[in-house]
């Protein structure tokens, strides 16, 4: 596609759920990055993959937390057992890493509200 | 981890004014990205610079990375220049993860 595209724009889910965001990032870009953004503050990394594997997690807060991209192009970030505090907004983004570029491309973000 | 901190944190301008918003970071880059993020939360691109100066109509930015710092620069400032600006960096050393800055916000007033 031509741009980074995030479903769903909004999630509205109760305490105790389980949800799934989706990330489909330009076409071609093996790097592909997961951010979460509160109210007032910068975004913030949570999980990178290059390629299939995940490079690095080191920023998921917990163990409800889990990312997976099985084919190397679409990710999908899973949240167990939600609570308020995962409410955010879940950004993704994407670029040629790997391949001597290395400028990010962000989609609009997957708003969830957890109540 | 590299540390990033942008000036100011809050901005109001009247239309017309010109503006420059600072990025400082604690330790060597391989990358530096300006973003504006929209009011409706997209980030939008504004360059990819991890030295030197590259303009794009009224915005501008150089990065002096031996000095740690970038500089965005807006002129003639009009309201839809409105937003939160970040800097993101890439840290030398191999993690290849953006780090954000907790950015700038500013409002143009007609």
């Known amino acids: 596609g031509a741009g980074v595209s995030q479903t769903p724009s909004n999630k509205v889910t109760e305490k105790g759920k389980y949800v799934e965001l989706r990330c489909d990032p330009i076409?071609?870009?093996?790097?592909l990055y997961w951010y979460r953004q509160s109210l007032g503050q910068g975004p913030e990394f949570l999980i990178y993959f290059q390629g299939t594997g995940a490079a690095d997690d080191s920023g998921l807060p917990n163990d409800r937390f889990f990312a997976v991209r099985p084919e190397g192009s679409v990710s999908t970030l899973k949240i167990q057992r939600t609570e308020r505090g995962d409410s955010a907004v879940y950004l993704c983004?994407?670029?040629?890493?790997?391949?001597?570029?290395?400028?990010?491309?962000f989609g609009q973000g997957t708003r969830l509200t957890v109540v | 981890g590299i540390q990033v901190e942008q000036s100011p944190p809050d901005l109001i301008l009247q239309e017309g004014a010109n503006s420059t918003l600072r990025c400082n970071f604690s330790?060597?880059?391989?990358?530096l990205q300006w973003f504006h993020q929209n009011p409706w939360g997209q980030l939008i691109n504004l360059f990819y610079i991890p030295s030197g100066t590259k303009q794009n109509g009224r915005l501008s930015a150089t990065t002096v990375a031996t000095e740690r710092y970038s500089l965005l620069y807006i002129s003639s400032s009009q309201t839809t220049d409105s937003g939160v600006y970040f800097c993101?960096?890439?840290?030398?050393?191999?993690?290849?993860?953006?780090?954000f800055g907790r950015g700038t916000s500013l409002i143009v007033h007609p």
């Open positions: 983004a994407s670029s040629l890493r790997g391949q001597g570029m290395t400028e990010a491309f």
């Open positions: 330790d060597s880059v391989n990358n």
């Open positions: 076409s071609g870009h093996t790097a």
């Open positions: 993101a960096v890439e840290p030398r050393g191999g993690s290849y993860i953006p780090t």
